[in-house]
């Protein structure tokens, strides 16, 4: 269902452009997609190091978001995805490189297996990247906007800070719940992506075949 996503989000690819990639299971099958059309594109932005390591290894060049500006389509997976196609990311970690290029992105393709698809999201812990001296004061903040947050134990990210994952939160108001959370000193970034949702959602169903969401 993954890779059916991934093959179908090729089709937003366009020559002689720079693309930019996700990061986890869903986004590697679309690396070995992209890597067919290398000769084709100018190269790749990353959204976190796995992908910028896994890109060169296709022989992809990986280019600096600096450098580029701003690009034509981001293509990544998605931890939750709800009807207006807002997402909860970082599972894997890299939500913050991620939102910045899904946000540097003219079109965000979404790709995903169809049991990611929800009513409201919130079933998944939605994670938040928070500056390592920050950590209790922010964990005490969620605590009082409803939420349980759990140190994701031995954990790095690419930006050298630390994850909450959250439980129990009631995000049926998901872009209000995303300016709450940018608002608490410490929070580099939370996983829930309302304020730059996907354009377009692929979704790999059982039988192999792809349905197209597009807002
Ligand atoms: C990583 C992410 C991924 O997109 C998300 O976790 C989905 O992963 P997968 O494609 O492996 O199901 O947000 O930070």
Request: some cysteine; aromatic content about 6%.
């Amino acid at each position: 269902m993954k890779k059916a996503a991934a093959r179908a989000a090729m089709e937003w690819v366009q020559d002689n452009s720079v693309v930019g990639v996700g990061s986890g299971s869903t986004a590697n099958f679309f690396i070995d997609e992209l890597a067919k059309r290398k000769d084709f594109i100018e190269g790749a932005v990353a959204s976190s190091e796995p992908t910028a390591t896994r890109l060169r290894d296709a022989g992809i060049q990986v280019l600096e978001l600096n450098e580029t500006g701003d690009l034509s389509v981001y293509v990544d997976g998605a931890d939750e995805v709800n009807d207006r196609l807002q997402l909860i990311k970082g599972g894997g970690g890299a939500l913050t490189r991620e939102k910045i290029v899904a946000a540097a992105s003219t079109t965000f393709v979404c790709i995903a297996d169809a049991s990611k698809q929800v009513t409201v999201l919130g079933e998944f812990p939605l994670p938040i990247e928070v500056i390592p001296m920050a950590r209790s004061y922010v964990g005490r903040q969620i605590v009082k906007l409803g939420g349980d947050p759990d140190l994701r134990d031995g954990f790095t990210t690419d930006n050298g800070n630390l994850i909450l994952d959250v439980y129990n939160l009631d995000i049926t108001n998901p872009l209000e719940l995303e300016r709450q959370f940018n608002q608490i000193a410490g929070v580099v970034c939370c996983g829930i992506f309302a304020q730059r949702p996907a354009d377009i959602l692929l979704l790999g169903q059982k039988d192999g075949s792809v349905s197209k969401v597009e807002l």
